[in-house]
Every structure is written in C-alpha cells, then in structure tokens.
C-alpha cells in the first residue's frame, strides 16, 4: 500500500511568486491536512479537506488556500510568496474524519525556500 | 485553546538505555487524543503511539509506551533499549475528539534526541 505522495521534494522560489504542492494520500483515504514547520514557529495546521471540503483552518492570511478532489488528492497554493513562508511543507491523511483513533499519516514533505 | 509544551529541546542517551520524553498539555476538551511522532532528518513524520483520554492503560508499541497522567496533564513516552536508528525529533501533539474538530494536530516544539554508541 502506497503511503502519502508530495511533490514536489524541493522548491525554490522568487518572493511575489506563487507555489503549487500537491499531496496524494493514502489509497482510501479522505481527509488531508496541511501543516508549515519553520524554525521559528514549529509545526502549525494549515487546514484540513474532507470530501472535497474544507473542514477546518489555521490562522494563515489568505494568501495560503488549498483545494481537494474528487479522488482525494489535494494541493495548497501560496500566493504572492514572502521570504518568511520557507519552511518544510507537510501533509497527512487520514481514512475518516472526526472518528477516534484515527491515526495521520504523514509524507515526506516539500521543502520550499523563497529568495 | 490547546496547548502542548515539551521543555526539553535535546538530550543525548546512550545505546540500548532507555529514555523518557516529557509532554504535557492542557486543554479544556474532555474528549482528546494524544500522539507521539518521529521526524528524522529527512523530515517525514514517523507515527509512533496513540493514548485516548478515557484509555485506562498506558499505551505501548514494541519498544515504545506512553506514561499517561491524566491529573498531571502529562504523556511521556518512554523508548527503551534505546537503538542508533532512534536519534531524531520527537513530537507530542494532541487532538481533540470531538467530531468537528476533525483531524487537526496541536504540536508540542519537539525533543531532539542523539543516540550514542
């Protein structure tokens, strides 16, 4: 069984650019969740989709957006990119949403780094 | 709010000993669960072992258990016959089980551990 996707690994952007990552969860899976860890701040939720919905959200400006599939997948785009958004990029997925002992699995990350 | 603090930002343990990382927590939620995570340098997030708040026995898996004090607000896991293979972060995050809350994560800032030979 494939576990979760990301790519791409890395990336490096221009500030006032705006970036694309995608994840792929776990075969039967249907919530995804977005997290940025920096340094500085440590490991903080983005949002999270369900059946193509978003159930929850961070406190990120709206520059930080997401969307999700019909067959799950998921992707987050940053818009007009600032040097302060570098920091490893991770996904989880999970088989439901809400329901106890439901273990997130998570990828290996995309690495973004803004000059 | 929850919050989830780890007050040791590293330590070193010697192979094959045992090692217990601290967490504790707070939240007002009365349902919650509580994990722990590996992140080696690579930066993939390892699951290691789930603790429920109404679980009456401390959570293990293989060399990994859980020390959960519900009156302390503390879940410290403890990895014995500790292994070179162990040194990386450690990561206690908490969630609450309600249904919308969801699947979302509150991280404590992580415990970086080095194995010695």
């Known amino acids: 069984k494939a576990g979760v996707t990301q790519t791409p690994r890395y990336l490096i952007k221009t500030r006032g650019q705006q970036v694309t990552l995608s994840c792929s969860p776990i075969s039967g899976h249907r919530s995804v969740s977005w997290y940025q860890q920096t340094p500085g701040q440590g490991l903080q939720f983005l949002f999270e989709y369900f059946s193509e919905t978003q159930r929850n959200k961070g406190n990120f400006p709206g520059r930080f957006s997401g969307r999700q599939f019909s067959n799950s997948r998921s992707e987050m785009n940053v818009s007009t990119l600032e040097l302060g958004d570098s920091a490893l990029y991770l996904c989880?997925?999970?088989?439901?949403?809400?329901?106890?002992?439901?273990?997130?699995?998570f990828g290996q990350g995309t690495r973004l780094t803004v000059v | 709010a929850q919050k989830i603090t780890q007050t040791q930002p590293g330590m070193f343990v010697q192979e094959k000993e045992a090692v217990t990382l601290d967490c504790t927590y707070d939240?007002?939620?009365?349902?919650?669960?509580l994990f722990w995570y590996k992140q080696p340098s690579s930066g993939e997030m390892i699951f290691l072992i789930y603790q429920g708040s109404y679980d009456q026995q401390n959570a293990t898996e293989g060399r990994y258990s859980l020390n959960f004090q519900k009156a302390r607000k503390s879940a410290n896991l403890v990895i014995s016959a500790s292994q070179l293979g162990d040194s990386a972060m450690y990561f206690c995050?908490?969630?609450?089980?309600?249904?919308?809350?969801?699947?979302?994560?509150?991280f404590g800032g992580g415990t970086r551990v080095l194995v010695k030979p």
């Open positions: 939240t007002s939620d009365p349902s919650y669960g």
């Open positions: 995050a908490m969630r609450e089980e309600l249904k919308a809350a969801g699947n979302k994560l509150t």
């Open positions: 989880a997925s999970s088989q439901g949403w809400g329901d106890e002992n439901t273990e997130a699995f």
